[in-house]
């Protein structure tokens, strides 16, 4: 399990773990918990390269990111740990 610590967002954390290079598990700590439930959920079993090209860029608000931005973020930081 990787975390990945958001900047710019109400998440306080973002957990994630994957197989290779497939989301496995994601886990939000904070935010907005309905959505990012149902994020979680639809991201699982993608690679990171699809779950980036659906969310990466993705605003909330005035905010030039979001969580689900911040998700792919988190995603490319645990790809490059392992």
């Known amino acids: 399990m990787h975390t990945y610590i958001p900047r710019g967002v109400c998440s306080r954390a973002i957990n994630v773990e994957l197989d290779g290079d497939t989301v496995a598990h994601v886990d939000f700590v904070g935010g907005c918990d309905g959505n990012l439930k149902a994020v979680s959920k ?3 079993g993608m690679t990171v390269d699809q779950v980036a090209g659906v969310l990466e860029g993705n605003t909330c608000g005035r ?3 979001s969580c689900a931005d911040q998700l ?3 995603l490319r930081e645990a790809q490059g740990a392992a």
């Open 63 to 65: 905010r030039s990111t």
């Open 42 to 44: 639809l991201v699982q």
């Open 72 to 74: 792919v973020r988190a």
